[in-house]
């Protein structure tokens, strides 16, 4: 598959990905954080606003390999 069918799909797939988990993010937020305190629900953004990263580094890593030679 050539870098830029990759990229492509790969770029679809992260927007698909950061929209989920902020989706899922927002839930959770709702469901559990309305009794925790300060400090808990401040350690909750801060994981779940990073969180997609590590899910992401393999398709980006995926995304940026060479093209094989023909």
């Known amino acids: 598959m050539r870098m830029r069918i990759r990229k492509l799909i790969g770029a679809v797939v992260l ?19 309305p009794s925790a305190s300060g400090l808990v629900a401040g350690i909750y953004y801060v994981v779940a606003g990073l969180g997609w990263v590590l899910p ?9 390999q060479p093209d094989e030679p023909y």
């Open 15 to 33: 927007l698909v990905l950061v929209t989920f988990w902020a989706l899922l993010a927002m839930v959770l937020a709702q469901t559990v954080l």
């Open 56 to 64: 992401a580094i393999p398709l980006i890593a995926w995304m940026v």
